[in-house]
């Protein structure tokens, strides 16, 4: 895909206040800061997890779906006990 395409489509889910989450396994710096970039433009969060992690990745997607059912609070209160809550939280603005 191109980048400036898939951010100008961020950029509008950005404007409709829906936020991307994005999970990268791996080091491809590309991927990386488009990747970034998607998460900022919408005000989503970016995570890396790591090759063979289904528990990082476990969390972050529990994370993500606190989110998508119950908002910011929701993740804010997931935070106290969750990591992947937590690492969602410090990359959202």
Not at 27 to 35: G, N
Not at 36 to 49: K, Q, V, Y
Not at 83 to 88: E, V
Request: hydrophobic share 50%; proline share 2%; charged share 25%.
């Amino acid at each position: 895909e191109k980048i400036d395409e898939l951010c100008a489509k961020a950029g509008e889910l950005g404007m409709l206040k829906v936020p991307v989450f994005v999970f990268q396994e791996g080091h491809d710096a590309v991927a990386e800061q488009a990747f970034r970039e998607i998460a900022r433009l919408t005000g989503g969060a970016w995570c890396r997890f790591d090759p063979g992690a289904a528990v990082q990745l476990r969390e972050l997607l529990r994370a993500a779906a606190a989110y998508a059912a119950g908002g910011r609070e929701a993740l804010l209160k997931l935070a106290k006990t969750a990591s992947g809550a937590a690492k969602l939280i410090g990359q959202m603005k």
